[in-house]
């Protein structure tokens, strides 16, 4: 992995969420996750607060589908975009229960 480096089974500072996952694995993943190499992506935006972590897991999944390499310099802006990018979250959630409000209630959404 070009834009990766490799931190080596257990990498250092990570050696206590590593440890914690494989604690909480054993009935989702067989194996020792404890030996799995980690890479440290160079370039990832990173959140600069305690709240945004569960956007960014998202944000990061959805610019890694299908794609082997991810230039990470473009999502660079992501934490100053973060009240955006939570507003179109919120407009997403909102749009699809109301569509699945207005299905239950018998409209068609063809209408």
Known sequence: MPCCKPLGPVGG???GQI?????????V????IIDWPIHVIEGLPTQ????????FVMKYMEASLGK????WK???SWPKEMPRIRAEIVAAL???FQASLLISNGYSLSQ
């Open 13 to 15: 500072k990570f050696e």
């Open 29 to 32: 993943l067989p194996g020792d």
């Open 94 to 96: 909102l749009q699809t």
């Open 68 to 71: 082997d390499q991810v230039d």
């Open 74 to 76: 473009r999502h660079s």
């Open 48 to 55: 600069d607060n305690g709240n945004d972590c569960g956007i």
């Open 19 to 27: 440890r914690f996952l494989q604690e909480d694995r054993s009935e």
